[in-house]
């Protein structure tokens, strides 16, 4: 604090506003404004992790690398690439050495030699998903740019990272309610087919969930008797930013789906937004099957 023994009193001649716990203090060490003291910095080191200087190079999956020149400095960007040119890179193609020592998004990132089993970034379509109309009180809906509700949504995509690119939104702006009430919505993919040959499926979701009123989204695996099983659960406001979630399932049935679920209370000014972008599913092995999982 920036204030002397005497400041703000009624009798400064007699009378100490603030008196150090510590009696061996000087009161010249009260108010000071020269400098940090030893024990400012110290306080500050630690909040901020300021003895990090790096972040550990982090672990790729096979067939992808580290373009050749990055460097894992705090603040660095490192970009991936294939090993085989003739394969496809799916997943994060950027991740930055933030100053807790972490790397920014997760280790999804995979380069296919053959094509996904699915694969959505919403640009051109909305990949056929599927609202359940029986159980949803309001719909998703490919969205670019800033979402129309104030302190919600998202401002760009996750695909391009700019307002040109495009998500699936859930959007519950229209839905005011006095009070607020509860709103559920529940979106699937198509059933796509599993090979015979096929253990493990793997696969990664682009999510963001900001708002006051954001309560839960799920995302679940259906097999062919629509049994769900779930997957990932986010419950409660996660902030204005998209972060990508890893998951993987074994084989249960020869045909199987995506199901997503939300709950999102609306009304009073309680309002939130959900979105996904970036969806993606491949035949993986069983050390894939243990990262994606862990």
């Not at 920036?2 to 009798?11: N, T």
């Not at 030893?38 to 909040?47: A, G, P, Q, V």
Request: proline share 3%.
């Amino acid at each position: 604090m920036h204030y002397g023994l005497h400041d703000f009193s009624r009798d400064p001649e007699n009378l100490r506003t603030i008196v150090p716990l510590d009696s061996s203090v000087s009161p010249n060490k009260i108010g000071q404004r020269d400098r940090l003291s030893e024990l400012d910095l110290t306080r500050i080191n630690k909040l901020y992790q300021c003895e990090i200087n790096e972040c550990d190079w982090p672990i790729t999956a096979q067939g992808v690398r580290i373009v050749e020149g990055s460097k894992n400095q705090i603040g660095d960007t490192i970009q991936f690439e294939c090993e085989n040119l003739d394969d496809e890179l799916f997943g994060t193609e950027s991740r930055t050495c933030l100053f807790t020592g972490q790397w920014s998004g997760d280790d999804t990132t995979v380069c296919l030699s053959s094509k996904p089993v699915l694969y959505c970034d919403f640009e051109t379509d909305d990949c056929d998903f599927m609202l359940n109309k029986r159980n949803s009180k309001f719909r998703f809906a490919r969205a670019k740019g800033k979402s129309s509700s104030p302190d919600t949504g998202p401002n760009n995509d996750l695909t391009l990272g700019t307002s040109e690119g495009y998500y699936y939104l859930g959007n519950t702006k229209n839905r005011v309610q006095s009070p607020a009430k509860q709103f559920y919505s529940e979106i699937e993919t198509p059933f796509f087919d599993i090979h015979d040959s096929v253990e493990y499926v793997c696969g990664s979701i682009g999510i963001y969930a900001y708002g006051i009123g954001i309560k839960e989204l799920k995302v679940n695996y259906l097999n062919s008797f629509s049994e769900a099983v779930n997957l990932i659960t986010i419950s409660g406001n996660q902030g204005p930013k998209w972060f990508t979630k890893a998951f993987a399932f074994e084989k249960g049935t020869k045909s199987a789906a995506i199901q997503i679920s939300s709950l999102v209370n609306a009304g009073q000014w309680r309002e939130g937004n959900v979105a996904i972008d970036d969806l993606i599913l491949f035949n993986c092995n069983q050390e894939q099957y243990k990262q994606f999982v862990k």
